[in-house]
């Protein structure tokens, strides 16, 4: 797959426009950012690669075309839902159309990357010490258990920064024009990978487009991410000093709020053993399932049913009763974000 | 004579012609979009989903990929939660692709079904497999009992068939299947 060659911010964007400052990174050690990701936000990752479907699209292209339309976003839809779900969508987003939506992207992520540019990236430190409490027990390495990665999305932003406070050091990524502190949660560092797809390959031997609202939800999902919702505790971090392995932070870590970390699927469940359902409310797939589920409605044709087998998916990863949270029993979301506390 | 030799001849001439270039149902709706290896694939700049307006919607041919696939039945269509979680170890963050695949092949068999009650009927019965499959997983059995819901209410013939079938799905299956809407 082709790849630009340079990453797509959006940080100052407040209109919409795209800014695609110039590339080309200094070779460093990259892969201690990619071990980051592959255990909390992204468990089971190994490897990216580029070398997926044959399309003249690239995922940054796709990138900026969806920040577009979401810029442009506007139904009665949300309204609708809104109305009947005590105005959830504005109480997590900001408002009910495509500005309000971008607001709350542009608030967590701020930078765009390929795999092949953060694989030219230089970090300081270039990498860490405390790994344990990312490393997934059942992997010799955080690669290579489950073949080339496809990897669509995902924010390292926020699990540089907690490293970074794990091993009490400050973190700083630096492109060849550009240096990035990782001083808060919402750095907003967004790895895009070639699993944000453009088609899906029916039987029938068809490519169908993927709609853009999908790829939308999945940004959507990521920028959750960015918050450290109550903050961390100087204890909590203890935890993570001390932790052997991913499991062990999963089920000790109390602070999961803090980046909305994802939970391992339970025994019994299609996914056990998978760090990718949420047993708390308003996380990363809580959020994505609200937009999804206010947006549906939007939906004809092949693209609907693209979107309810995503609506499907978000709820069966919801571990709790997801009526009690809509319904406000969980509390309200709240969208803040904090650092560390005593 | 020569309007007895015509017909079959104009049969011969249309088999030929199916044969040497199958139908491949056009892009009516801008979404589903063809594309063979060395085809320039649309510029998503400037055409692509933001949310397909309402009202549009595909009208698949009655020949070609689509009926024919519409013939596969969903029991082999069906992804397995060993695929799904092949999927899901690959990128935790996306839905399965194996899933979205899924969708849009009952999606298919659905345009035919709804065309055709003879169709609908042998789908139903597809549908009731996948939903009650002990070893399906729950978002695949979800989007079966949500089709066959839309087929009952299409046709009231199968109200109660889905009806029974709803009382034997497993029940986070209904609880997945409460968040999708009709």
């Known amino acids: ?342 | 004579m020569m309007r007895v030799l015509w017909l079959p001849l104009a049969a011969l001439i249309g088999i030929g012609a199916y044969l040497a270039f199958p139908s491949r149902p056009a892009p009516v709706d801008g979404q589903r979009v063809e594309y063979s290896p060395g085809t320039v694939l649309p510029d998503v700049k400037t055409k692509g989903p933001g949310p397909m307006a309402k009202g549009q919607s595909e009208s698949p041919s009655a020949f070609g990929p689509i009926a024919s696939a519409a013939r596969v039945p969903v029991a082999a269509l069906m992804p397995s939660k060993e695929a799904l979680r092949a999927d899901v170890g690959r990128d935790p963050h996306v839905t399965p692709k194996a899933l979205l695949k899924f969708s849009v092949d009952v999606y298919n068999k659905m345009a035919v079904a709804k065309a055709n009650e003879t169709a609908a009927k042998d789908l139903i019965a597809e549908l009731k497999t996948c939903a009650l499959d002990r070893d399906g997983a729950h978002s695949v059995q979800a989007l079966c009992l949500l089709n066959a819901k839309r087929l009952a209410n299409q046709y009231p013939g199968f109200a109660a068939d889905y009806h029974s079938l709803e009382g034997q799905a497993d029940p986070q299956v209904l609880k997945i299947m409460s968040s999708l809407p009709l």
């Open chain 1, 1 to 342: 797959m082709k790849l630009l060659q340079k990453p797509v911010s959006s940080r100052n964007d407040s209109e919409g426009r795209v800014d695609l400052p110039p590339g080309g990174f200094h070779m460093l050690k990259i892969y201690g950012l990619f071990a980051l990701v592959s255990v909390i936000l992204c468990a089971g990752c190994s490897a990216p690669s580029d070398d997926v479907s044959d399309t003249t699209v690239s995922p940054q292209e796709m990138v900026v075309n969806d920040l577009h339309k979401m810029n442009d976003y506007t139904s009665p839809s949300v309204a609708d839902f809104d109305l009947q779900n005590r105005n959830l969508f504005s109480a997590i987003f900001g408002g009910e159309n495509g500005a309000a939506l971008r607001t709350y992207l542009d608030a967590r992520i701020h930078y765009y990357y390929t795999p092949s540019e953060l694989a030219s990236f230089r970090s300081q430190p270039a990498d860490f010490i405390h790994k344990g409490w990312y490393t997934d027990a059942a992997k010799q390495t955080v690669f290579g258990a489950e073949g080339k990665a496809v990897l669509g999305a995902a924010n390292i932003g926020t699990q540089l920064w907690l490293s970074g406070l794990v091993d009490q050091t400050p973190v700083t990524v630096f492109a060849e024009d550009r240096t990035i502190p990782v001083s808060d949660s919402r750095v907003g560092l967004m790895l895009i990978g070639p699993g944000y797809d453009a088609f899906i390959h029916a039987t029938n031997g068809n490519d169908y487009e993927v709609p853009s609202g999908y790829r939308q939800s999945i940004l959507l999902h990521e920028a959750r991410h960015s918050d450290c919702t109550g903050g961390i505790s100087e204890d909590d971090l203890n935890v993570l000093r001390m932790s052997p392995n991913a499991q062990w932070t999963d089920a000790n870590f109390k602070d999961r709020e803090c980046g909305h970390l994802h939970t391992y699927c339970p025994p019994g469940h299609d996914l056990a053993g998978k760090l990718a359902c949420d047993d708390l409310a308003w996380g990363a797939y809580a959020v994505q399932y609200v937009y999804v589920q206010a947006t549906i409605n939007d939906y004809v044709g092949a693209d609907r049913a693209i979107m309810e087998a995503t609506l499907a998916d978000l709820r069966s990863r919801l571990l709790f009763d997801v009526d009690d949270m809509m319904m406000g029993q969980m509390g309200a979301p709240d969208m803040s974000t904090s650092g560390v506390h005593q």
